[in-house]
């Protein structure tokens, strides 16, 4: 299985990008995809996940109440999107998709819960 994350870029605060995370390979055994983020000097922190067993989108306590980001799913493209828009330069970090089989729910959120990796999109807000 490969992961391939794209769409990151350069951006202004308060703009916005659309990250993509296209999956190849054996997919049917997939729970979880997620969306994770390193910042300089920081630890990989979870952003949110598409849970497959009920096709909903969950988030990080950080980006769920200010309803910023957006994860879907095209199926057909065996895509992932993270819509992320008001971008503050606090979002500025390296943007990774990662698949995860075999993950319970109160793992997800959790980096080691995931065992296939992207290799991440850097995402650059300025000010």
């Known amino acids: 299985v490969q992961l391939q994350a794209s769409g990151g870029g350069l951006v202004q605060a308060g703009g916005s990008l659309r990250l993509s995370c296209t999956a190849s390979g054996r997919t049917s055994d997939t729970d979880a995809l997620g969306w994770f983020r390193q910042a300089p000097g920081k630890e990989r922190e979870f952003v949110g996940c598409?849970?497959?067993?009920?096709?909903?989108?969950?988030?990080s306590d950080s980006v769920k109440g200010q309803g910023r980001f957006t994860i879907s799913r095209d199926n057909a493209k065996n895509t992932m999107y993270l819509q992320m828009n008001s971008l503050k330069p606090e979002d500025t970090a390296v943007y990774y998709c990662a698949r995860g089989t075999g993950v319970i729910f109160s793992a997800m959120t959790e980096a080691s819960a995931y065992s296939y990796w992207g290799q991440g999109t850097q995402v650059t807000v300025s000010s």
């Open positions: 598409y849970w497959r067993r009920n096709s909903r989108p969950y988030y």
